[in-house]
């Protein structure tokens, strides 16, 4: 293991597409957005992003386990009589 990983430390994580901190977007996106600056802004956002994420799936799944106990949860189906 620890000899795979200083064999591909080497490689870049982002590949071609990223010149001095700037990701360029693919095809039809680069019309749209600009080149994303690889900063403190940026890691900031992705760190927001992750913290959001985790602490909608928790009360997602708690709201999940407390409607299955009233037998309330009825996945898949839309219903007005579940949850």
Known sequence: MRRLGRANSKTPLLGHSCEKGTIK???PMKYFLKPWKLGRWFYQVVKFGIVQYMIIKILTALLAVILEAFGMYCEGEFNWECG
């Open 25 to 27: 977007h693919p095809f």
